[in-house]
């Protein structure tokens, strides 16, 4: 099963992210690798530097970032793994690694199943 993990920030600190931080984010990154559970991951760029493309009343319009929500979501990670239950613990583990190493972190971790007929 895949799944499609987004990660928003609700609130950060103003200051850069630890060093301590990025040292244990890429230590759980080689071990999902290792284990050939993560697919693919990547940071995004702000919504500032994106559009929304929506269809409403059968009228397209194009919107261009930055958009309204005060959540602004900055990763995403592909996982092929057996259960929803083993996904939310991959997310469950780097939300913790956020709260251990940069106090004053706050986000969400969005664990969506990837359809496939």
Do not use: C, N
Request: hydrophobic residues 45%.
């Amino acid at each position: 099963m895949r799944y499609l993990i987004t990660l928003r920030v609700t609130s950060q600190p103003a200051t850069a992210p630890p060093a301590e931080l990025m040292a244990a984010i890429a230590k759980l990154g080689e071990e999902t690798a290792a284990t050939g559970a993560l697919l693919d991951t990547a940071g995004l760029s702000p919504s500032s530097q994106g559009a929304r493309v929506e269809l409403t009343g059968g009228k397209l319009s194009v919107t261009d970032g930055p958009f309204a929500e005060a959540k602004e979501l900055i990763s995403y990670a592909i996982f092929e793994v057996k259960s929803k239950e083993e996904a939310v613990e991959w997310a469950s583990r780097f939300l913790k690694i956020h709260r251990d190493h940069w106090e004053g972190w706050e986000g969400q971790a969005d664990v969506l199943h990837i359809f496939t007929p």
